[in-house]
């Protein structure tokens, strides 16, 4: 097995792609000690890279509007007809605009949950290693 190098997935170890992200980076099996120095800048750039909550939020309040009022906004273009040019521009431009806005908001939960998952696992396998380490120094 071969841990992906951005979630954290195992993957088998002919995989191209991570099974979950889809990403075609790996981390070397041969370090996958967890107490390299790799292993431990890769940790470090975890910590600073794990998208706290609050920035998932506050692309929702940023966003959700924008889909709601753009969704809403092809739908009246919709429901009054496009037999006319600006009309049938108004609906291309919300829609597109309503299908660029739930794609960020998708993107957004998608991220913060990779990293999350990724985030916890790197957790516990830190306090493994250390309740590995308190173990060896009892005894
Ligand atoms: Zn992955």
């Known amino acids: 097995m071969k841990d992906c190098s951005y979630c954290g997935c195992e993957n088998a170890d002919t995989a191209a792609r991570c099974i979950q992200c889809g990403t075609d980076e790996f981390v070397d099996a041969a370090v996958g000690d967890g107490l390299s120095t790799s292993a431990q800048k890769g940790r470090m750039a975890l910590v600073r890279d794990y998208p706290k909550p609050i920035v998932v939020v506050g692309l929702w309040i940023f966003y959700l509007p924008g889909f709601v009022a753009n969704s ?15 009309g049938l521009l108004w609906f291309l431009i919300s829609g597109a605009l309503a299908v660029f806005c739930g794609y960020a908001l998708y ?3 998608k991220n913060y949950k990779i990293h999350r998952a990724r985030f916890l696992r790197e957790l516990a396998n830190d306090l493994r290693s250390n309740t590995a ?3 060896d120094a009892t005894t």
Do not use: H, I, K, Y
């Open 72 to 86: 809403c906004a092809a739908l009246a273009c919709l429901l009054s007809g496009m037999d006319f040019l600006p």
């Open 107 to 109: 993107r957004s939960v």
């Open 133 to 135: 380490e308190s173990l």
